[in-house]
Nanobody, 123 residues
Framework: EVQLVESGGGLVQAGGSLRLSCAVSGFSFDEWAIAWFRQAPGKEREGVSCISVSRDSTYYTDSVKGRFTISVDNAKSTVFLQMNSLKSEDTAVYYC????????????????WGTGTPVTVSA
């Protein structure tokens, strides 16, 4: 059974940092890319970052470039999203999701989703 479980969200002041984790089970990073999406209240879900081990590639949306870093720990079957210099506009529920092989970053291309972890950045 494929599962993705997010953790690490919370409340942080602007300028602070958080590290989100996505623990995966039931599939291999060699065959699946893992993406982070976020959804703020009243807004559509947007792609934030993605990593494809098989393609040796990463992706970041423009608004987080230079602040967020995505990485994989194969031994722990976990994908991390290190978020630094957080801003109030980063406040959202963060979801990890899986799509086959490469980072297409399309909401409709994701085949599996976690249930999300909330991040609140106070001004």
């Amino acid at each position: 059974e494929v599962q993705l479980v997010e953790s690490g969200g919370g409340l942080v002041q602007a300028g602070g940092s958080l590290r989100l984790s996505c623990a995966v089970s039931g599939f291999s990073f060699d065959e699946w890319a893992i993406a982070w999406f976020r959804q703020a209240p009243g807004k559509e879900r947007e792609g934030v970052s993605c990593i494809s081990v098989s393609r040796d590639s990463t992706y970041y949306t423009d608004s987080v470039k230079g602040r967020f870093t995505i990485s994989v720990d194969n031994a722990k079957s976990t994908v991390f999203l290190q978020m630094n210099s957080l801003k109030s506009e980063d406040t959202a529920v963060y979801y990890c999701a899986a799509e086959r092989i490469s980072c297409g970053m399309s909401y409709y291309g994701m085949e599996y989703w976690g249930t999300g972890t909330p991040v609140t950045v106070s001004a």
